[in-house]
């Protein structure tokens, strides 16, 4: 094994030769180009940035964030009319807080259209930072947009694109090599169904935000592809048609859409922000209905829903009826077959790839019918959520001791109550939430602005043990929301030109049993980050993050049950970004991580890269460039790092281990409305003979992905 010096030798050689021969390519395209303002690089930093606020808080690498940020990109290519921006066209967008909100339509209320951009200036929470974050996604006009469109204009005039993705693993795994049959026929589990290969397609035709429909297929690493069990092709499929303020429709979702209420106690399906360096994403902005567009084959609804407006009063009603993946047995009865069905666990992850997984694939139904009532106003909105959701046979979970509160009926009830109301400078916000013969939740909190440089926001939560969340997405420390109390509190202040200070600490506690946690346990989580800017190009910031919970001791007891110990993860981390023109840009970090856990050994970890991303008008070919080198003593003092990539696919992967990783994302714009993207990306470890385990297993010390992507606009 190399020495860490000759082992940094290496790497740096290589490093140096890999920037050697990217700022010649750079140069080369750069002397053929004239620079010139390029607003994407702000659209995508703020994509970048939110997405590691949702790994951060999730810690998921695989995640499909395209519903949460199609919206974003939408807006980025066709910028809300600030003039004739709604509340609920402001709220959309997903930038700005409620209280900007409402200073913004106050003032057009009381001194008229805006006349310029530059006027946002004289609004209350509209400092400089705020005005440039929002300008990729709005405009200034004084035209009359016209709000009730035709349906022959809906459909004539809008764009389409469609999207088709490869990916592949270039080394062998185990699940894809030889097997002979009968010992495939005695392990029937031990290889996978299909070939290495991941294929993704997506076509969607949109008309502003009026009118959107579009079909999603996706087949996954190791599922069959027109053969076997999957003999109509891809193995997952989704579909939408979804249409927006037509007369008093305000929403009207078919086929696979998401339905969001509240602060996400009651209902919420799909994704949603966590605790993270902008605190005040701390409040959900939810936004009723919506349409699925992702390949996350369990947070959607599939069936119908639709909202209509009446003025200030907003009723939505939304049903749901597909199949969904379920771990199954066979309980004998006195029933005429002697033997019913009956569920042991529902599966979430979307692989069929093996003869059990497959066997898990669509084997019960679940039925959802929900509505909500909502009053809303630009400064009070309350709304009344109920959810019944219902599965076609009898529900018989494994309940360990941690889980017996869990539910364990085939039939939940919800309902639930939340507001939000803006009085001078504060934004009170919260939900109550009840389980039908069970138990309840509550989230109440404040964003306030204190001064145009110090706004706060604090939160409190008390999640009973027996509360059972049918689908629900609150702020908690948990997985679930359950069995849970704590206190959040957080700032944000610019004390000084050029210098912004974020923070926050939450504490919280778990009256029951956890799974890996044999007693009533608690912890703490803060973070504190320092964002220095001194000029446009440049800006840069440091981080120190920690979490300290109780886990179950590592020690192997002979006798007796696991008693608790301290479980502390401390991270700390320098970011910089600098544009060196128009064209060119360089990002780097450094990140350490301490793990330490009582009576096991301390860990340590680093995490090490440096981009170069190219972008330019005038010649059709951008890329971004990483290098990167990491060392962790396991995957307990992991990092996580988001990776630019192919247009919506996301990358976040756990750096973890010994080694370097190098990828290169390119992008060619073939012609007007055709763009391909290409990914390669190595991963070298230096510690390792054999990369992972079971059927990913990878008999070497290397792992090679490449990507493939071409985008049609019409």
């Not at 939408?240 to 007369?247: A, D, S």
């Not at 009723?288 to 947070?299: A, F, I, N, Q």
């Not at 069905?341 to 959802?368: C, M, P, W, Y």
């Not at 109550?432 to 602005?449: C, E, H, N, R, W």
Request: proline share 2%.
């Amino acid at each position: 094994m190399k020495s860490f010096f000759e082992h940094t030798r290496v790497i740096t050689r290589s490093f140096l030769k890999c920037i050697g021969i990217f700022l010649f390519v750079m140069f080369s395209l750069i002397s053929a180009s004239s620079f010139s303002q390029n607003r994407e690089d702000d659209k995508n930093k703020i994509i970048e940035k939110r997405i590691e606020y949702l790994v951060e808080d999730a810690e998921e690498s695989d995640a499909d964030y395209t519903t949460i940020f199609d919206q974003l990109s939408y807006f980025f290519d066709h910028p809300l009319n600030l003039n004739r921006a709604n509340l609920y066209d402001l709220e959309e967008l997903g930038i700005l807080t409620s209280i900007q909100i409402n200073n913004l339509l106050e003032h057009i209320e009381e001194n008229g259209k805006l006349m310029t951009l530059e006027e946002l200036q004289t609004i209350e929470g509209f400092d400089s930072e705020t005005i440039k974050l929002i300008l990729p996604f709005v405009k200034i006009s004084t035209n009359v947009d016209n709000a009730q469109l035709s349906l022959k204009e809906l459909l004539k005039n809008g764009e389409s694109q469609l999207f088709i993705r490869y990916q592949s693993t270039l080394e062998e795994k185990k699940g894809y090599s030889p097997i002979t049959d009968s010992a495939l026929l005695a392990s029937p589990n031990s290889r996978y169904k299909g070939n290495e290969d991941k294929i993704y397609t997506r076509y969607r035709y949109k008309y502003g935000r009026h009118l959107s429909f579009g079909v999603t297929a996706e087949k996954d690493a190791g599922e069959e592809f027109f053969t076997g069990t999957q003999k109509k092709g891809f193995d997952h499929y989704s579909a939408h048609l979804f249409i927006r303020n037509q007369g008093k429709i305000k929403q009207l979702g078919i086929g696979d859409y998401q339905a969001q209420f509240g602060q996400g106690l009651t209902y919420w399906s799909g994704r949603a922000f966590g605790k993270s360096a902008d605190i005040m994403l701390i409040k959900r902005s939810a936004q009723g209905l919506k349409p699925y567009t992702s390949v996350d084959e369990s947070r959607f609804l599939r069936g119908g829903g639709a909202a209509f407006q009446f003025g200030k009063i907003t009723a939505t009603a939304f049903y749901s009826y597909k199949n969904i993946d379920a771990n199954i047995n066979l309980i004998d009865t006195l029933s005429v077959d002697n033997e019913v069905l009956a569920v042991t666990s529902i599966q979430q992850t979307g692989l069929h790839r093996t003869f059990n997984e497959i066997e898990d694939k669509g084997a019960i139904t679940q039925q959802q019918i929900g509505g909500n009532l909502a009053y809303k106003t630009r400064k009070l909105s309350l709304g009344l959520t109920g959810i019944n959701s219902d599965i076609n046979t009898d529900f018989n979970p494994s309940l360990q001791t941690y889980s017996q509160f869990r539910n364990s009926e085939n039939n939940q009830t919800k309902i639930g109550a939340d507001y939000n109301w803006i009085f001078k400078n504060f934004n009170f916000f919260g939900e109550y939430s009840k389980s039908i013969d069970a138990g309840s939740a509550f989230v109440s909190g404040a964003l306030i602005t204190l001064d145009p440089r110090f706004s706060v926001a604090v939160l409190y939560r008390n999640y009973d043990r027996n509360f059972q969340p049918i689908s629900s997405a609150g702020i908690g420390e948990g997985s679930t929301n359950e069995n849970e109390k704590g206190m959040y509190m957080g700032f944000i202040a610019k004390p000084i030109k050029k210098f912004t200070l974020s923070a926050y600490y939450d504490q919280f506690t778990f009256p029951w049993l956890k799974f890996g946690i044999n007693a009533p346990s608690g912890g703490y989580q803060y973070l504190a980050q320092l964002t220095y800017k001194p000029s446009k190009k440049m800006e840069m910031y440091v981080r120190i993050r920690e979490r300290d919970k109780l886990e179950n001791t590592g020690v192997d007891l002979t006798e007796g049950i696991d008693y608790l110990v301290h479980e502390k993860q401390t991270n700390y981390r320098f970011h910089y970004s600098y544009k060196i023109s128009e064209s060119i840009k360089l990002k780097g970090r450094v990140e350490l991580v301490n793990y330490d856990k009582e009576e096991s050994p301390f860990e340590t970890g680093y995490l090490v890269y440096q981009d170069i991303i190219f972008k330019a008008k005038s010649t059709p070919i951008s890329f971004s460039f990483r290098y990167a080198i990491f060392d962790t003593e396991s995957f307990n003092s992991r990092i996580y790092a988001y990776e630019n990539d192919v247009l919506y696919a996301f990358s976040i992967p756990a750096y973890s281990n010994r080694g370097t990783k190098t990828y290169l994302t390119l992008r060619y714009k073939v012609m007007r409305g055709v763009d391909v993207w290409l990914r390669y990306a190595l991963t070298y470890y230096d510690n390792l003979d054999v990369i992972s385990s079971g059927l990913e297993e990878i008999q070497g010390n290397h792992k090679q992905e490449i990507k493939a992507q071409v985008r049609f606009k019409f």
